[in-house]
Structure formats: C-alpha cells, structure tokens
C-alpha cells in the first residue's frame, strides 16, 4: 500500500527545500538589514489562546485535539497569539521598542486551493511598544523590502492601505455603536466576495431599510485612492467634540505615515484601499496587504495594529504592529516571473580512491578538508578509474583528488580541475594550505 501525504500537505524534495531555504534566507537577511531579533514558539497551543483572540474565520479552520492528558490543543494557525503571550509574560524586562521575527509552519484546516494550503511557512515581523505611525511605516517598508530582494518590483505588487479608527470614525458619523460597527466591518471585509444583493440582505439586519443607501456611501468610501480626497472625506464627515478631534489626529498620522513610507523609498507601491479590513479580530488601528499588481490571487501578506492583544492575553497594556507574510502565493509569484535561482549543489571535491589500501588515506583528508567546511565526497565502492572519472565528471565538483598507490609512495596526492582537465600534484602535508589557492585559481593547464 502506497501511503500519500494528507491534503493540503507538502513534502520538500531537495530541489524545492533549495527554494524554501532562498524564501527564508531572503526573509531572514531582510529582517536583520532591519535590525530585528529572531524568536520562535511552539506549534501545539492551547486552544483557547485561538477562541475570541484570533476571530470566527481562524477558529473555524483549527486543527483541534484532546491531547492525552485531555488538554484541548491546537495547531499554530497563526504567531500572533503566541507572541502576544511571550511579550507579555517579559514585557517589564524587555527593552523596547521589541522589534521580532519568526519564519515557521502554521496550520489551517482550509479547503487547499490555489494558493491556499493546510500547512504554509510565514514570515512574522512584529513592533511592540510603540505606538507611533513609524512603526507602522518601518514594517510596511520591510514587507516591501523583502518583496524586493525576490526581484520583485512596482509592476509586480502593491500594498493596500486601510485604517480600522477610521472605519469607526466614519461608522460613528453613521450613528453605529461598537458592536454594530464591529458586524460592519466583518461585512466589509467580505465584500469583494459577495454579491452586492446578499451583502445589503446582511446590512439590513443591522440598518433595516438603510441598507441600500449606507452601502452606496460605503463604496464611495472605498473608492478613494489618494490622500487628498480622504482628507477631505474625514474632515467632512460629521462627528462634533472628541471625535472631531480625534478624526483631525487621524489624518496628522496618515500623512506621517505616508512622508515615512515616501522617504523610505516604498511610497510607490502603496493603495489606499479602505476594502481592506482585515478579518482576524484583533486589529485596531492601520491594516494593509500585499497583492499582486493585477490585484488577482489570494494576498501575499497582512498585517495590521493590534493595540488590545498583549493586555486581552492577561499581559500589560502594549501597543503593537506586525504582519505575516506566507510562502504559499509568493513562490506562485515568483515562479511566474521566473525569480526562482535554479537549484545546483555540488561539492568542492570528489575523491578517486584507487583501492582499499588507498581509503584509508582519502578518508582521514576527507576528514581534515569537511572539519574546516569544504565539502568532498567520495565513492562508497571500489571502482575501475575510468568508472570514477566518469562519475566525478557528472558530479559537479571542481576538482578530483586522485588517491592511486603510485603517487601515495610519494606522499603526494594528484588534483584534476575538472573543467579544464589540467593536473598539478601536491604533497599530502600541504594539502589544506593549498586548497585556497586552488579553489581561487583553478589549475593552469601546461
Ligand atoms: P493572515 O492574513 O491570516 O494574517 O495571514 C498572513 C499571510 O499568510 C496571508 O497573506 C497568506 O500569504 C498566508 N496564509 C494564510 N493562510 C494561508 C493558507 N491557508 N495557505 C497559504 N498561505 C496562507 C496573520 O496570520 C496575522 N497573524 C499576521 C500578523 C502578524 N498580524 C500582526 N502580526
């Protein structure tokens, strides 16, 4: 019985852990251009950091489980919670800004399609304890930053900008209490993927005979795409005392964070898009997503504000900002573009031994040659010569290291470029002082 993997699940064949290993340590290079500290958590969670934290969505798609101890778990849909825990529980000690990433494995149980899997890598990068618009502005230049070091650029992605205040501001001018804006916004966030009959059937329940007329404002509101024309928007919505001054606040930090992004040289891939609402539950203040420019395919990442979290999570009251971005539509991406290096791994060295008595001697250089880091192999069979010369002409290696008992006599060993077929002995004591040379120059042919 041939086993296969369960839906949704990969395996990594060399050639596409080779790609993986490019998508992290082009992540992982970024965040620390950035000057982030890398953490991790665990993968099996407590349910119950997931209930009510993460929202409807995310709960609905939990691999869930008693453990044997009876313990309701879960795994890792997300980093968010378990972070939130993390800061929390050292949230006096740690100097702040904490400024963290993460690349790990998360789990959802979502129908696997097109760029959506059970078991997806994401690049976490979080800011906690500032509260400031920059921290916003420096991790949507660092989402873009990594976008860019694939070779990505303008006409590849965008960034889709949005404000959760502001939303409650403008559900505020519409006479909406909390809970009522909170139901619109889980509307709005699925408003793109309705039908606009069905989305004014689910206003209604909220509006009554508004409806109609509430959601024609609200698509006024998300057609706007620049600066200006959202100023204006905010300044004349019509909110009295507080809010007024609050909304006037709001817009100070919008064009802070737009100067921000503009002088950190992303203010190009950036759409005000108030579409975006994000659908976890957490998020407060700014929220974004990259997409494809065509703005086809599922996001390539999101993030937000989630000022509440740490305090919600039992931890002290810090604001925080971050964004997870998957692997699963960006390799799609990439390899659309044909941004993915071609895989070749292929050793310094291959050693052609000439028999048994000369192992011994090919096994104690292999040694030496991988104790300081390069990288050598060897047949695990004795061979014919013209057998191993063959193999070691398809292998990839620079060089051949000959081991014949002629030249061991002489205490000598033979090295072949393999390239030019050009020859040079060196005596076996001299082996390692020479290889530098070697590997810099190659063999001159005579
Ligand atoms: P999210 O929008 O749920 O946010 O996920 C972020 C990214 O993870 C998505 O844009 C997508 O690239 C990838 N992703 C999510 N689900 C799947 C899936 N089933 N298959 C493949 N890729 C997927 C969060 O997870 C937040 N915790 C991000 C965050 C960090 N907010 C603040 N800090």
Not at 172 to 181: T, V, Y
Not at 237 to 263: C, F, M, T, Y
Not at 335 to 349: A, G, R, T, V
Request: net charge negative; charged share 25%; proline share 4%.
């Amino acid at each position: 019985m041939q086993f296969e993997t369960l839906p949704g699940f990969r395996e990594f064949y060399p050639e596409a852990c080779a790609r993986r290993n490019h998508i992290f340590g082009c992540w992982r290079s970024v965040a620390r251009a950035f000057n982030f500290l890398e953490y991790d958590a665990p993968v099996l969670e407590p349910l119950e950091l997931y209930i009510e934290k993460s929202g409807e969505e995310i709960v609905g798609q939990l691999f869930n489980f008693e453990d044997r101890g009876g313990r309701a778990v879960a795994l890792r849909p997300e980093m968010t919670p378990s972070l939130a825990r993390l800061i929390g529980a050292k949230a006096n000690s740690l100097k702040r800004p904490v400024k963290w990433f993460n690349i790990g494995e998360h789990y959802r149980y979502e129908r696997p399609q097109k760029g959506r899997l059970r078991a997806f890598y994401q690049l976490n990068v979080d800011i906690l304890g500032e509260q400031g618009p920059a921290a916003d502005a420096e991790l949507i230049t660092l989402l873009c930053q990594s976008l860019k070091s694939f070779g990505l650029n303008n006409s590849d992605f965008k960034i889709r900008l949005s404000d959760r205040d502001l939303w409650l501001l403008m559900l505020a001018a519409e006479g909406l209490d909390e809970a009522g804006s909170a139901s619109v916004l889980g509307i709005i966030d699925k408003l793109e993927r309705t039908d606009r009959t069905k989305t004014i059937e689910r206003l209604s329940s909220i509006l009554g005979d508004e409806a109609e007329d509430f959601l024609g404002r609200i698509e006024e509101a998300i057609a706007i795409d620049d600066f200006d024309t959202l100023r204006s928007y905010i300044k004349n919505l019509p909110l009295e005392g507080d809010l007024a001054a609050v909304a006037n606040a709001r817009i100070e930090e919008w064009s802070q964070l737009l100067r921000n992004l503009k002088a950190s040289g992303v203010g190009d891939f950036i759409q005000i898009d108030l579409g975006i609402v994000r659908g976890l539950a957490y998020y407060t203040g700014f929220v974004f997503e990259a997409f494809e420019a065509s703005g086809e395919g599922r996001a390539l990442a999101g993030g937000g504000r989630y000022d509440a979290l740490v305090k919600k999570l039992g931890g002290p009251d810090i604001p925080a900002v971050g964004f997870a971005m998957g692997d699963v539509t960006l390799v799609d991406l990439l390899e659309s573009k044909s941004l993915i290096p071609k895989y070749i791994q292929s050793p310094d060295f291959i050693a052609i031994i000439g028999g048994e008595g000369e192992r011994a001697v090919a096994l104690a250089d292999a040694a030496q040659l991988r104790a300081v880091g390069y990288q050598i192999e060897y047949p695990f069979k004795n061979q014919g010569f013209a057998k191993q010369f063959k193999l070691a002409n398809q292998s990839g290696a620079r060089f051949a290291l000959i081991y014949g008992s002629e030249e061991l006599e002489r205490g000598v060993v033979k090295v072949r470029d393999l390239s030019k077929g050009s020859e040079v002995e060196i005596p076996r004591d001299q082996l390692l002082l020479q290889v530098p040379t070697l590997l810099e120059g190659g063999i001159e042919s005579k």
